[in-house]
């Protein structure tokens, strides 16, 4: 019953960031099963703060965002991706699931966008779309549309999005526009077979002034963790892994925090009822 009762059943930790000295991880978290099944329900997003970026608590007024137009077992949130703007606000990107109709199995997806000041307070969901599963002219629309990553360059955003609908399942596309609106849309990744499916992940880093690097969680069944090295001027150019991770078969999803000033790496993974962090440290591949 409690609303983070289930840690799975999303594609993304929406992602983790550094603020002062504060870290705030957010995730995703159901309050049990879908009536009948097995899946998880009522999915929602909260926030926890840590001082150290190892042992989190969680915010007292989680959940922080909440999607449930129709109170539908099958709606919520069911990815995201976070980014600090020039101003200072933490902006959420996210994919709002909603039933095709009431009490109705069948779903689609829109991605949404919030902002906090303090990076907790999201205001009231679930915020203006970004993403239209019914716009045309958006990559793959026509059902369920997920933002899992963003990189911030000036005045333009660029925003990583899986998504499945029609003959392409779980590939990947790139939006890009300003914050709040992102007329140019494209493909990445047009997955040929099951294991070149992206699934999740999305967690974006700075690494030097030309290139940033893009972690992505391919192929349902084996569960890889894929690093990209990406030119800061083309965040379509994702390339080929540079680095390619196997033997996390118990992950849902996960995010990437680089913390140059402790010189640590963080890697946050979700499991069923727990989340995991890994370190390492901060030194170029």
């Excluded at 504060?22 to 909260?46: C, F, K, M, Q, W």
């Excluded at 069911?78 to 200072?88: H, I, L, Q, T, Y």
């Excluded at 970004?130 to 333009?156: A, K, Q, T």
């Excluded at 925090?257 to 979700?270: K, N, R, S, V």
């Amino acid at each position: 019953g409690d609303w983070d009762y289930r840690l799975d059943g999303a594609i993304a930790l929406p992602g983790a960031i550094k603020r002062g000295n504060t870290y705030y991880l957010y995730y995703i978290g159901a309050d049990g099963n879908v009536s009948g099944g097995t899946e998880p329900r009522h999915r929602a997003l909260g926030v926890a703060t840590s001082t150290d970026g190892l042992l989190f608590t969680p915010f007292a007024g989680n959940p922080i965002v909440t999607n449930l137009p129709n109170n539908g077992d099958e709606e919520g949130v069911f990815s995201g991706a976070v980014v600090v703007d020039d101003g200072g606000a933490t902006l959420l990107y996210y994919g709002a699931l909603e039933e095709a109709s009431p009490g109705s199995t069948a779903v689609f997806s829109d991605g949404r966008r919030l902002s906090s000041a303090n990076s907790i307070n999201f205001g009231s969901s679930p915020g203006p779309i970004v993403l239209d599963h019914n716009d045309g002219n958006v990559w793959n629309s026509g059902d369920e549309l997920y933002p899992i990553g963003v990189f911030r360059s000036g005045s333009m955003f660029h925003l990583y999005y899986t998504s499945q609908s029609g003959p392409i399942k779980w590939g990947l596309g790139l939006a890009s526009g300003s914050s709040s609106n992102f007329p140019s849309t494209q493909p990445l990744i047009v997955p040929a077979n099951s294991t070149e499916q992206i699934i999740g992940g999305g967690a974006v880093v700075q690494d030097t002034a030309d290139s940033f690097l893009l972690f992505l969680l391919r192929d349902f069944g084996e569960r890889v963790l894929e690093v990209r090295e990406v030119p800061t001027a083309d965040p379509s150019d994702i390339g080929n892994p540079i680095e390619s991770y196997t033997g996390f078969s118990n992950v849902q999803h996960f995010t990437v925090l680089l913390d140059e000033q402790a010189g640590l790496w963080f890697l946050y993974i979700a499991e069923l009822d727990k989340i995991r962090v890994y370190t390492a440290p901060a030194q170029r591949m």
